[in-house]
């Protein structure tokens, strides 16, 4: 998918994978900005408490680093949104700045959807989507598995391209 193109990396999309990352990208803003909410286990995942046996020195240190980090967070979707294409499909172009933003970006983006698909290490996610598909192939699991799944292999996609 991604590939080095000089100084840039460089992938094109169809429609759907632009429809999929702005609709990701665009949630992640909203789940950071609107909806953000400390009780959310998504919100624990993406801001994990530092001092889990000091709630008084986590909120201390929350209280210094966290918007700054949301800010970072917000700046990375919004990485996203700004190179998708404004057709429908198109190639997406990323300068070395913008490619270490989409893969932070895609990260924050895997991490709440695992949390909501309750995602656990080791976990066989062919396996899991084929159990989701026989069960009811039409649900919105067997959807969100699927784009979590892309999301990986575009990020992992993007980080061999820029390591080639």
Same mark, same amino acid.
């Given at each position: 998918?991604?590939?080095?193109?000089?100084?840039?990396?460089?992938? /094109?999309? +169809?429609?759907? %994978? &632009?429809?999929?990352?702005?609709?990701? #990208?665009?949630?992640?803003?909203?789940? $950071?900005? @609107?909806?953000?909410?400390?009780?959310?286990?998504?919100?624990?995942?993406?801001?994990?408490?530092?001092?889990?046996?000091?709630?008084?020195?986590?909120?201390?240190?929350?209280?210094?680093?966290?918007?700054?980090?949301?800010?970072?967070?917000?700046?990375?979707?919004?990485?996203?949104?700004?190179?998708?294409? /404004?057709? +429908?499909?198109? %190639? &997406?172009?990323?300068?070395?700045?913008? #490619?270490?933003?989409?893969?932070?970006? $895609?990260? @924050?983006?895997?991490?709440?959807?695992?949390?909501?698909?309750?995602?656990?290490?080791?976990?066989?996610?062919?396996?899991?989507?084929?159990?989701?598909?026989?069960?009811?192939?039409?649900?919105?699991?067997?959807?969100?598995?699927?784009?979590?799944?892309?999301?990986?292999?575009?990020?992992?996609?993007?980080?061999?391209?820029?390591?080639?």
């Amino acid at each position: 998918m991604f590939r080095r193109r000089g100084d840039r990396y460089v992938a /094109d999309l +169809a429609t759907d %994978e &632009v429809r999929v990352l702005r609709k990701v #990208a665009s949630e992640v803003v909203g789940l $950071l900005t @609107d909806g953000f909410d400390h009780s959310d286990p998504v919100v624990g995942r993406l801001f994990p408490e530092v001092y889990p046996e000091d709630s008084a020195g986590t909120a201390e240190f929350r209280k210094y680093t966290e918007g700054d980090l949301k800010t970072g967070k917000v700046d990375q979707a919004g990485a996203i949104l700004a190179a998708l294409p /404004d057709s +429908a499909d198109g %190639e &997406v172009q990323l300068d070395a700045e913008a #490619a270490e933003a989409w893969l932070r970006a $895609l990260n @924050d983006a895997r991490l709440a959807m695992g949390v909501r698909l309750e995602v656990k290490d080791g976990m066989d996610l062919g396996a899991e989507l084929d159990e989701a598909v026989a069960t009811d192939p039409a649900s919105s699991r067997v959807f969100q598995l699927s784009v979590y799944a892309y999301l990986g292999y575009l990020q992992e996609s993007l980080l061999n391209a820029m390591i080639d």
